[in-house]
């Protein structure tokens, strides 16, 4: 069975432009969950979606958002890009969201110059 | 979710058992404990999870004290791919934390030859 997959794995972008990030969960899994990892804060959750809703949310401001396709694939966006958001955004699948075992992805590196 | 306390840092010769402790003293009944590790720009990967039994699987074995307060991952042969960090996690089951791990600065071990 494949694992998460996402894309792109690398990307740079300036400040004040937006990016949207692409996220394939395992397939039958049905929940997908996001998250950003910095060097000062470490991992921290973003927002879960299942058929394509969200229902749970973490702490970030609304330029982070995101949205689930009928496949189960999803998509985070940010827009007006900052310095700060340069991280590393990984994306677990899970069958239900409440599963014990979370997969993960390699992650996309944004920088942001 | 009850907050972890794990050491920041810890070395195993390779081949030996290494033992990761975790403090979680305002565990609740219902919460369980998970760990996962990640290696090197690698997303973090699911080990086990238990609730108050002892619990093991091909990768390692959960030991949890009877209280519950603290708990104990080990790797009885470490290898140098065991190379991590490795996050120890104490999460309610269910539908009010759907999708969501909250992470703390885990423990990195070095496992050398």
């Known amino acids: 069975k494949a694992g998460v997959t996402q894309t792109p794995r690398y990307l740079i972008k300036t400040r004040g432009q937006q990016v949207t990030l692409s996220c394939s969960p395992i397939?039958?899994?049905?929940?997908v969950s996001w998250y950003q990892q910095t060097p000062g804060q470490g991992l921290q959750f973003l927002f879960e979606y299942f058929s394509e809703t969200q229902r749970n949310k973490g702490n970030f401001p609304g330029r982070f958002s995101g949205r689930q396709f009928s496949n189960s694939r999803s998509e985070m966006n940010v827009s007006t890009l900052e310095l700060g958001d340069s991280a590393l955004y990984l994306c677990a699948s899970s069958l239900t969201g409440e599963s014990y075992e979370q997969y993960f992805g390699p992650g996309t590196r944004l920088t942001v110059t | 979710d009850a907050k972890t306390t794990q050491p920041p840092s810890m070395d195993c010769a390779e081949g030996r058992a290494a033992n990761l402790p975790c403090n979680h003293s305002?565990?609740?009944?219902?919460?369980?404990v998970y760990w996962y590790r990640q290696i090197h720009s690698q997303g973090p990967q699911y080990i086990i999870h238990?609730?108050?039994n002892n619990e093991t699987n091909e990768m390692a074995s959960l030991i949890i004290t009877e209280d519950r307060k603290s708990s104990t991952l080990i790797l009885p042969h470490a290898t140098l791919r065991d190379t991590a960090v490795y996050y120890c996690i104490v999460r309610v089951y269910g539908s009010s934390n759907t999708g969501k791990l909250i992470f703390g600065q885990g423990t990195t071990l070095q496992v050398k030859p």
């Open positions: 397939s039958g899994h049905r929940s």
């Open positions: 238990g609730l108050k």
């Open positions: 305002t565990i609740s009944g219902n919460e369980y």
